[in-house]
């Protein structure tokens, strides 16, 4: 088993839709998670973090998570052409490693 | 504020040499972790120092080899090249375990 497992897409919605992006992870100890977006040819951007159970919200995004079921989640609200992107789920256990999943790939289509 | 600065970005290199590359962290960052990003494998963990130690290491061959200096600024090293070694390499800053990474440009690899 994979310690992060994330569904590789692509994942295409329409413009003004919301983008729904999921990650499981196999540490039960995992402390910290996290999303980052990585463009084409660039490299990985960290655009959200989230400690506890719940949801965190932050402009259009908001990630959620479930440390029981071992589940981290990234919303995108009024999702733009410029989202269009890998998102990548990270998780960082007491290991001082962080751990990536493969990436979904989202289109995001005008 | 200055970000994750990694050189060289390119790099061409034949098999059985050796590469070094350079990270230089973010002003008070302790924490540098090295990624090799490929298309097939995705980021793997490649290792992490802090305070000039290091802490943990991935999965990789003893080829791969790294060390931080007092400045905070980190070095990886790649011996005796082989073509599977074609890669872009990431270097990743951030304060301390649990916090978030800044990503560095990368260097690409290509071993020929």
């Known amino acids: 088993q994979k310690e992060v497992e994330q569904n590789s897409g692509p994942l295409s919605v329409p413009e003004g839709a919301i983008a729904s992006l999921n990650c499981t992870y196999s540490d039960r100890v995992s402390q910290s998670f996290f999303w980052y977006r990585q463009y084409s040819g660039k490299s990985p951007e960290l655009i959200m973090s989230i400690y506890s159970n719940g949801d965190k919200e932050d402009g259009r995004f908001t990630a959620q998570l479930n440390k029981a079921s071992q589940y981290v989640s990234l919303l995108i609200r009024d999702s733009q052409p410029s989202d269009s992107a890998t998102y990548l789920c990270a998780v960082n256990s007491n290991n001082n490693d962080m751990r990536f999943g493969a990436g979904t790939r989202l289109t995001v289509k005008p | 504020k200055a970000g994750v600065t990694q050189t060289p970005r390119y790099l061409i290199k034949t098999r059985g040499q050796q590469v070094t590359l350079s990270c230089s962290p973010i002003s008070g960052h302790r924490s540098v972790s090295w990624y090799q990003q490929t298309p097939g494998q995705g980021l793997q963990f490649l290792f992490e120092?802090?305070?000039?130690?290091?802490?943990n290491k991935g999965n990789f061959p003893g080829r791969f080899s790294g060390r931080q200096f007092s400045n905070s600024r980190s070095e990886m090293n790649v011996s005796t090249l082989e073509l599977g070694d074609s890669a872009l390499y990431l270097c990743?800053?951030?304060?301390?375990?649990?916090?978030?990474?800044?990503f560095g440009s990368g260097t690409r690899l290509t071993v020929v």
């Open positions: 120092y802090f305070s000039e130690t290091q802490r």
């Open positions: 990743a800053s951030s304060l301390d375990v649990g916090y978030g990474y800044t």
